[in-house]
């Protein structure tokens, strides 16, 4: 089954300041997303993304997140003034080889202090 | 609205027993539904997937029913094993190309 790579594994930042949360998808797909889970709670949708478009968005997805894909293969997820609540795992995902689910990459952890 | 601090559902089973783990699922129009494994530290993984047009589909050790008059998804795991215990996740998409939408989580701890 082919990865997603995610990078930093973990980030620690200081209350606002940016970060940004790299993933590098499986060759040849249109269609990435990005997921967050906050420790111990469900996986919640963010946004996703076609064709180097954003297709869909979520009511989390506000301002202060900005997706992009710099060069063609790496994705991005941009947070511009971190908040407390923003510590979470971020995951982001291609469609599924074999399936219509998804291949979720191991997630970077991000703690705001 | 959400809950904070949210609790998971914890069901423990004993290793060899059969496991079934159960699902509510909120949207009519969802026409495909997925089974996510989750262990500690790592992203969802996907276990098995079932059209609204079946009914049961079976995989290796799994099995996920769908009951879509009463919306309920479980997931059945047999013979149960310590490398089963995650929290597992059901998830639903509106079409093939949808996004996916989780449900809550159920912590599952395989005792040896």
């Known amino acids: 089954e082919p990865e997603v790579t995610q990078t930093p594994s973990h980030q620690v930042t200081q209350m606002g300041q940016e970060v940004i949360l790299r993933c590098v998808p499986i060759s040849n797909h249109l269609y990435f997303y990005w997921y967050r889970q906050i420790l111990g709670q469900k996986v919640e949708f963010l946004v996703s993304?076609?064709?180097?478009?954003?297709?869909?968005k979520s009511e989390i997805f506000d301002d202060q997140f900005s997706v992009e894909r710099p060069d063609g293969s790496n994705f991005t997820l941009k947070i511009r003034s971190t908040k407390l609540e923003d510590s979470a795992m971020y995951f982001c995902a291609n469609p599924g080889h074999l399936n219509y689910g998804y291949t979720f990459g191991s997630g970077t952890r991000l703690t705001v202090v | 609205g959400e809950s904070v601090g949210l609790h998971l559902p914890t069901l423990s089973v004993q290793e060899g027993d059969n496991s079934i783990i159960n699902c509510a699922y909120s949207?009519?129009?969802?026409?495909?539904f997925i089974w996510y494994k989750q262990e500690s530290g790592k992203g969802p993984q996907f276990i098995i997937d079932?059209?609204?047009?079946?009914d049961k589909r079976q995989g290796q050790r799994v099995t996920v029913l769908l009951n879509k008059t009463v919306k309920h998804l479980s997931l059945q795991i047999a013979a149960t094993q310590p490398g089963d215990s995650a929290v597992y996740f059901c998830?639903?998409?509106?079409?093939?190309?949808?996004?996916?939408?989780f449900g809550p989580g159920t912590s599952l701890s395989v005792i040896p």
């Open positions: 079932i059209r609204s047009n079946m």
């Open positions: 993304f076609y064709n180097n478009e954003i297709s869909e």
């Open positions: 949207n009519s129009a969802s026409d495909y």
């Open positions: 998830a639903e998409k509106e079409t093939s190309y949808d996004k996916v939408i």
